[in-house]
């Protein structure tokens, strides 16, 4: 039931989700109050250890995805990609280190505050990347049609409330032939209830878990071809797992 504030009209059942989202990683960014452990779980995650170790500390220790993104990505030839969910920058940094001279890369985040520590992510550094940061809503986003050789998002797409959208949206940016790659929290079986009915549990991406055959008609309903979720992982209560699909050509 959505819950009310002060005597307020209660909100849709939408907005409320958004609004706790863009709440929590607004306070994430802003107080610097990032799980503990941040750099230790993505060296664990299979992040290379000399690019964690390269980081600030207030870089490495934002990460807060369910695994590596890049494990097995090819980027050679990619000249534009873009990032959805960016957070503090930790993803965007590396994709840019590993794209071509002269290729874009868009990050996208929800909220303005991530957008911030994402720049603060890339202070100093003098990569061959073109980085643009944009404020948006990936079920609404502020890009062109067919303008992505590649789409990234890392614990993205459990942190939105209509999947549907947010993977037309996903389809409509790439190329033909474009590539969507993704790491993401499935589940097997129901939820408990009191995260199932929870809106503040879409902050941890766990009120949004799909099961993988929701995935798969989810990614073949938006229009993705070579559909392939592998490198199944526990990520308690859930599993994580890489997700790689592909625009038709």
Known sequence: MPVTVDGAKPKAW?????????KRYAHLAEAHAFPEGGADRA??????ACFIDGLPERVSGSYCGCGYL????ELTGVRTA????????????????????????????FATQMLHRTREAFA???????????????????????????VLANASFNLTVDKKKALAEAY???????RLIVRELIREGALPDEIAQDPQAWNASLGGVCEQ????????????????????????????VRIHARKSA
């Open 172 to 178: 409509r940016i790439l190329k033909p032939g474009g």
């Open 213 to 240: 055959a929701e995935w798969e008609s989810l990614l073949a309903g938006a229009g993705f071809c070579e559909i392939e979720i592998s490198g199944h992982a526990p990520f308690r209560p859930v599993v994580s």
């Open 43 to 48: 060296r664990g995650a299979g992040y290379p």
């Open 124 to 150: 100093g550094v003098r990569g061959d990347a073109c980085v643009h940061l944009l404020a948006g809503d990936m079920e609404s986003l502020p890009l062109a049609d067919g303008v992505a050789d590649i």
């Open 14 to 22: 939408e907005e409320q989700v958004k609004s706790f989202v863009r």
């Open 82 to 109: 873009v990032e959805l969910g960016c957070g503090a920058g930790l993803d965007a940094r590396l994709v840019s280190e590993r794209l071509d001279a002269r290729a874009r890369l868009f990050a996208v985040d």
């Open 70 to 73: 890049l494990d097995g990505v």
